[in-house]
């Protein structure tokens, strides 16, 4: 079965080499931008065309967390598919979730539910038990200790750490390098070590 990709800026060319490294056939790429004809190899098409892509499977190629989640609720018929590097480290009794794409690197550990439409990031770690909801990006190098719950469309940024048993809410922004020690509410803006909140996240 052949997948497209919805998105074709740098994103989409990792994705594009993970489906590469898995030998799954990548039959294009869609978007909005129509001067974008072209990412390596494959076509780029503006619009999805329902009648030409028949039974492919799709993933939404975009690191935007809310972007991605409007994409998909644009898009509900559409089959996703998910994409994991051969590199990456996952329990066989971890779940993940269609849409998903985990990249280079990446450690997953026993028990951890992943949500529809997240990315976890190149070189990042998830411990036993955690559990990201739809939309979560965890970007490179993080970690998140075991039994950690990240809300809804949080963003997870470079290199941050966070201790066991914590409660990161939703649509949060987690500025890179942050050290998380206490609970996250939901919308919060958190940077700094420990993490302090400076703001609410407005979406």
Known sequence: MKTFLIGASGHAKVVIEILENNN???????????????????KCFVEIDEN????????????NNLIRKN????NKDLTYDIAIDPSANISKRAKIKEGSVVMKGVSINSSVKIGAHCIINTNSSIDHDCILEDYVHISPNSALAGNVK??????????????????IGKWCIIGAGTVIINDVPDYSVVVGNPGKIIKQNHI
């Not at 799954?24 to 494959?42: M, R």
């Not at 892509?53 to 690191?63: D, E, L, Y």
């Not at 809300?151 to 914590?166: F, Q």
């Open 71 to 74: 994409i998909v609720k644009s």
């Open 24 to 42: 799954i056939e990548i039959a294009g790429l869609f978007d909005k931008n129509a001067e974008i004809k072209q990412l390596f190899d494959y």
């Open 150 to 167: 990240v809300g809804e469309g949080t963003h997870i940024g470079t290199g941050v750490n966070i201790i066991p048993n914590l409660n």
């Open 52 to 63: 030409k892509i028949g039974q492919s499977k799709f993933i939404v190629a975009i690191g």
